[in-house]
């Protein structure tokens, strides 16, 4: 599985493992752009295709992309397990959607990502913030 893939063999630990049934979204990656969950997709799958992980989403490890920024001003984390799929899932909805968006398609978007936390609204808030910030920022 390339969540597997990802976290062991490249050490990169942001996509984590979730339920491993493609339900609660923890695990979401972009495959060629679109949000794909990877515990249902094989790692040879991948051969050949753009795969971005929250890592991939700002050129210099330190500093943060504007959803991820977003997340950290406005509180959209509490134990941060559900927090990767939800920038990923963010990232893919602010390109399809643009950089205005209404807390009810922020929701109906977010349906196929859990928390178990933080009851939504500062997740939603975060969004909120992060699209307007992408509209002025290199990192989209
Ligand atoms: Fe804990 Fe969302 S912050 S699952």
């Not at 949000?35 to 500093?63: F, I, S, Y």
């Not at 990502?113 to 910030?133: D, P």
Request: glycine share 10%; proline share 4%; aromatic share 4%.
């Amino acid at each position: 599985e390339p969540q597997a893939f990802l976290r062991h063999d490249l050490g990169l630990s942001g996509t984590h493992v979730g339920c491993e049934q493609g339900v609660c979204g923890a695990c979401t990656v972009l495959f060629d752009g679109a949000p794909t969950r990877a515990c249902l997709t094989l790692a040879v799958q991948a051969d050949g295709h753009a795969l971005t992980t929250v890592e991939g989403l700002a050129a210099d490890p330190k500093q943060l992309h504007p959803l991820q920024q977003a997340f950290w001003d406005a509180h959209g984390l509490q134990c941060g397990f559900c927090t990767p799929g939800m920038i990923m899932t963010a990232v893919d909805l602010v390109h399809r959607k643009g950089h205005d968006l209404s807390d009810q398609i922020i929701r109906e978007e977010l349906e196929g990502n859990l928390c178990r936390c933080t009851g939504y609204q500062n997740i939603v808030e975060s969004i909120a913030a992060g699209a307007k910030a992408m509209a002025k920022s290199d990192l989209t």
